[in-house]
């Protein structure tokens, strides 16, 4: 496969290396368990010769009992030792996995955001599916092969010498030559293999693109263009499966041929061995039993390589994840935020989102006092998404600092802050849970009554009711019933029952119509009352009320003041207005 041999580095080898020494005992009773079926294996040919030469030549009764009881005695050694080590080894890998995935899934839990972004959630679920079996694979089917392959392999040359030193150097020159091609196709096959499994993974993100995006597809009649796209990775999937096929098809046929060659010569060399009476036909055959065993093992041992390759660029791409460290990092010394009100302050905040990227925040100074509702608006791209994420520390300003009650939320505890901000985020996201669960995720204790009371302030609590199970219906099998407003509701109501001192509404209230929104608006505006609030909308017929409205433009503060004067400002504000008024 690729020629560059990946390599783990030595502290993530030790890594491995300990959580799989933790299993010692296990693993000892695993090899042992696999000496005994290589063992078991040299028996089977061993028993060949006697049964040849003294049941079927001498005719000794005696030992037509003796020899199947010896055979029923190994082959039920050989199948407790295999299951023991299979039993064994794979209990290792499953707790190797369940090990790797637990870890993978509470390091991306607690990472950035900005870190899932720049991965993407399909590569990182395939590090908790894939990769981890992989590894697993690398760990338990090495060990297996290294151990019963190698043992076996061992027991079959031992026999193939004890039985005939003579004809086993004659049969050494022309086996390898057999046993080459395994090496040769196997690799074939392998390289085939890679390119179907990134083909249909390919596949499968085209599809679930196209299912989801069925609706844009069929809008802008687009179905024969994702026809043909998708007839393409057909097309070269079927041509690299047919060079699999071709390969696995040939490499069989070959190899027997080749094998036959050297079996040929064994059978004229050892022929003439038992004719010159040199040897028996008894030695003849459990030297030729011996050989014919000895292909599984050598096959499985050229693969073992492969294994181990794959398992350590899986494992290094399961370690970079595990060793990402956070630029989100919690203090070392975390103050814990006591009872709200807080004021929240920016000092000269700038931001970007990486360092390629043009600043989304410049310069921004703004002290929002304890209680005071603060309008946020602005043209698309202005930058107040961007602006409220850095309160709960979504994202960390690049330069200035944001202080939460006279405190830089770098010196508070991630937790704490977090606890008392409760915030409307712009893409109403919500769990494929019941109704109820998804509201409660505001507040992991609220009662059912509390849940029902933050539904009816969201004005929710009526189209809830009517759904099939009310409350307990779960989100996923309402499909795509719930509207953009209903779902927007279902969050307020979360952001709601959470009673928190900072308050962020992100075009919370944006998919309802305006009869809604004004209900719901009401409903909000009662809760802003004693909280920091931070209101951003697009329709700023919705804000009047603010304190204060801030307007960014470009990143930056353009404009701020109350409506009254911003209006008398006759600037940017007042040109969004008179749009906004003369639209229908
Ligand atoms: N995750 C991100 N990565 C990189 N750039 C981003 C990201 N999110 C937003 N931006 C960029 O930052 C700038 C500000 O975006 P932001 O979402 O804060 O604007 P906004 O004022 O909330 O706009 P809208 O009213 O459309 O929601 C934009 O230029 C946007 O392209
Ligand atoms: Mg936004």
Not at 89 to 97: A, R, S
Not at 345 to 371: C, M, T
Request: proline share 3%; glycine share 8%.
């Amino acid at each position: 496969m690729d020629k560059a041999n990946p390599r783990l580095s030595k502290t993530r080898q030790k890594k491995i290396i300990s959580l799989v020494s933790q299993y010692w005992q296990r693993m000892t009773i695993a090899a042992v368990c696999m000496i005994v079926v290589a063992g078991a294996n040299g028996a089977m040919a061993l028993l060949v010769k006697p049964v040849m030469d003294d049941i079927f030549i001498k005719q000794n009764r005696e030992m037509l009992l003796l020899i199947p009881g010896l055979a029923i005695l190994v082959f039920f050694l050989k199948g407790v030792g295999s299951y023991g080590s299979e039993y064994l080894m794979n209990f290792i890998g499953e707790k190797i996995i369940r090990f790797f995935r637990d870890a993978l899934y509470e390091k991306i839990t607690d990472l950035p955001i900005a870190f899932i972004h720049k991965e993407k959630t399909g590569a990182l679920m395939s590090r908790i599916t894939n990769d981890v079996n992989i590894v697993k694979g690398m760990v338990s089917n090495a060990a297996i092969n290294l151990f019963r392959d190698f043992f076996s392999v061992v027991a079959f040359l031992f026999v193939i010498f004890y039985r005939d030193w003579q004809l086993a150097l004659g049969a050494f020159i022309v086996l390898p030559i057999a046993f080459y091609p395994i090496v040769l196709f196997g690799r074939r096959v392998r390289k085939f293999s890679t390119g179907t499994q990134v083909t249909m993974a390919d596949l499968n993100s085209f599809l679930h693109e196209t299912f989801t995006g069925s609706k844009i597809i069929k809008i802008f009649n687009l179905q024969a263009f994702e026809k043909e796209r998708f007839k393409e990775k057909t097309r070269e999937l079927f041509r690299l499966e047919m060079k699999k096929v071709i390969a696995k098809a040939l490499s069989s046929p070959v190899m027997e041929f080749l094998g036959g060659i050297g079996i040929a010569f064994i059978i004229w060399f050892g022929g003439m061995r038992v004719i010159n009476g040199t040897s028996t036909p008894g030695t003849f055959f459990s030297f030729l039993t011996a050989v014919m065993m000895l292909y599984d093992p050598v096959k499985k041992l050229t693969k073992l390589n492969n294994t181990i390759q794959e398992g350590i660029a899986s494992a290094t791409r399961i370690f970079d994840v595990l060793e990402e460290t956070s630029t989100i990092p919690e203090s070392t010394t975390p103050v814990i935020l006591e009872k709200g009100p807080f004021d929240v302050q920016f000092d000269q905040v700038s931001f970007s989102y990486s360092p390629k990227d043009a600043p989304a925040l410049k310069n921004i100074s703004l002290r929002v006092a304890p209680g005071e509702v603060l309008a946020l608006v602005g043209m698309s791209g202005g930058g107040k998404t961007s602006l409220v994420n850095l309160i709960p520390r979504l994202y960390d300003a690049t330069g200035g600092s944001v202080k939460v009650a006279g405190i830089d939320v770098k010196d508070l505890s991630i937790a704490s802050l977090r606890d008392h901000i409760a915030i409307v985020t712009q893409e109403p996201i919500l769990f494929n849970e019941s109704v109820r669960e998804n509201i409660r995720y505001g507040k992991m204790d609220a009662t059912d009554l509390e849940i029902e009371n933050a539904a009816k302030a969201a004005y929710a609590y009526d189209f809830i009711k009517g759904f099939p199970k009310g409350f307990d219906t779960v989100i996923g099998e309402l499909g795509s019933r719930l509207s953009g407003g209903e779902k927007q509701r279902i969050c307020i109501a979360r952001a709601l029952i959470k009673d928190a001192p900072i308050l962020i509404l992100d075009e919370a209230t944006s998919a309802l119509d305006s009869e809604a929104e004004g209900v719901v608006q009401k409903a909000l505006e009662n809760l802003m009352k004693g909280r920091t609030s931070f209101v951003i909308a697009h329709r700023l017929s919705t804000i009047d009320y603010a304190s204060r409205i801030v307007l960014l433009k470009d990143g930056e503060i353009c404009e701020q003041g109350t409506h009254d004067a911003l209006m008398k400002l006759e600037g940017e504000y007042f040109k969004l207005q008179t749009l906004q008024a003369i639209k229908p």
